[in-house]
Nanobody, 116 residues
Framework: QVQLVESGGGLVQAGGSLRLSCAASVIIFSNYAMGWYRQAPGKQRELVAQITSGGTTKYADSVKGRFTISRDNAKRTVYLQMNSLKPEDTAVYYC??????????WGQGTQVTVSS
């Protein structure tokens, strides 16, 4: 069973930065696309950022220019660098294997809270 463990969430002031990490147990990590999603209270879970096995990235319009997704295949880890954080970024952030719309495994989530 694939296990994903997110870390790096916390409380930060608006304009600050956080880096989230997702450590994966999948054997051939380099073959998987990976994504970060978030869910705020009362809202649907949404894709924040995705990186394919080939390194192609995509971002939600709301985070373009502020967030960067990256991966370290040797460490079997995907990262989300979040800069210029806004209160509306407050949500639980989840890591997932596979491309958006495809089946995959989910992590337990990590809370990000941005104060005004």
């Amino acid at each position: 069973q694939v296990q994903l463990v997110e870390s790096g969430g916390g409380l930060v002031q608006a304009g600050g930065s956080l880096r989230l990490s997702c450590a994966a147990s999948v054997i051939i990590f380099s073959n998987y696309a990976m994504g970060w999603y978030r869910q705020a209270p009362g809202k649907q879970r949404e894709l924040v950022a995705q990186i394919t096995s080939g390194g192609t990235t995509k971002y939600a319009d709301s985070v373009k220019g502020r967030f960067t997704i990256s991966r370290d295949n040797a460490k079997r880890t995907v990262y989300l660098q979040m800069n210029s954080l806004k209160p509306e970024d407050t949500a639980v952030y989840y890591c997932k294997t596979g491309r958006e719309g495809f089946p995959g495994s989910w992590g337990q989530g990590t809370q990000v809270t941005v104060s005004s």
